[in-house]
């Protein structure tokens, strides 16, 4: 595990713990809701600073694949493998996660797992794809059954 991922793990355990505090103090659907609140605004933040960082405004797919796997690594320590690239796609096996690995941590089942990667680090790399270029969203093809064992994800522009 890089030193990325193991700190980039151990902070979200901790936010693990905050996350089903919120859960059960706020019910599942108001703690979710505002987790894609924290999730949309945090993005836009993001992409500010990308866009700033890189001197880029106009972000084509050619551009997101330069850009959105190495941020997703320097930030959290995930790796995206591209596997397939079509002039409107991009595939990736995408390797080791903080959040699963830290869920399970958290003693979390698998089910609860993806729905806390559905309401948090989808929902945030949707968000952020979307504030680069709102032509692209992000696909979930398979998720993982194991910490081993990579999700299946693509980028997708739309006409």
Known sequence: MNDVLKGATTTMVFVGVYDQL???????????????????????????MIKAQ???????LE??????????????????ELTEKTPTKLSYNVGRCVLYESS?????????IQAR???????FANALLKELNPNVSLEVHRFRQSAAEPCVESIVLSA
Request: charged share 25%.
């Open 63 to 80: 551009t997101i694949d330069a850009v959105f796997p190495q941020f997703m690594a320097d930030t959290t320590g995930v790796v995206f």
């Open 104 to 112: 399970l941590m958290l003693g979390m089942e698998p089910e609860a």
């Open 22 to 48: 919120l859960h059960r103090e706020l019910g599942t659907e108001r703690a979710t809701a505002l987790q894609k609140e924290i999730m949309l605004s945090l993005a836009k933040h993001q992409e500010d």
């Open 54 to 60: 890189m001197g880029i405004e106009d972000f084509d």
């Open 117 to 123: 990667c559905s309401a948090t680090a989808t929902e």
